[in-house]
Nanobody, 115 residues
Framework: QVQLVESGGGLVQPGGSLRLSCAVS????????MGWYRQAPGRQREVVAT???????DYADSVKGRFTISRDNAKSTTYLQMNSLESEDTAVYYC?????????WGQGTQVTVSS
């Protein structure tokens, strides 16, 4: 059974930084496409960033230049480095692991950007 455990969320002031981590177990991490999604109150879940098996990345326009997704296959972990955080980035952030049509989700971690 694939399990994803996120960590690293919290409260940060505007302009600050956070790094989220997602540790994966129960599957061969190097064969998974990994992604970060977020859901703010009253809004639909949206994709933030994805990273392919080969390391190719893609970002939502709203986070380009501020967020960086990466993966460490040796540690079965994916990361989301978030810089220059804005109040609009406040949301629950979810890790996603996908192989073909099958997808798995973590439990989510809260990120709050506020002064």
């Amino acid at each position: 059974q694939v399990q994803l455990v996120e960590s690293g969320g919290g409260l940060v002031q505007p302009g600050g930084s956070l790094r989220l981590s997602c540790a994966v177990s129960g599957s061969i991490f190097s064969t998974l496409v990994m992604g970060w999604y977020r859901q703010a109150p009253g809004r639909q879940r949206e994709v933030v960033a994805t990273i392919s098996i080969g390391g190719g990345t893609d970002y939502a326009d709203s986070v380009k230049g501020r967020f960086t997704i990466s993966r460490d296959n040796a540690k079965s972990t994916t990361y989301l480095q978030m810089n220059s955080l804005e109040s609009e980035d406040t949301a629950v952030y979810y890790c996603n692991a996908r192989r073909g049509a099958r997808a798995h989700w973590g439990q989510g971690t809260q990120v709050t950007v506020s002064s």
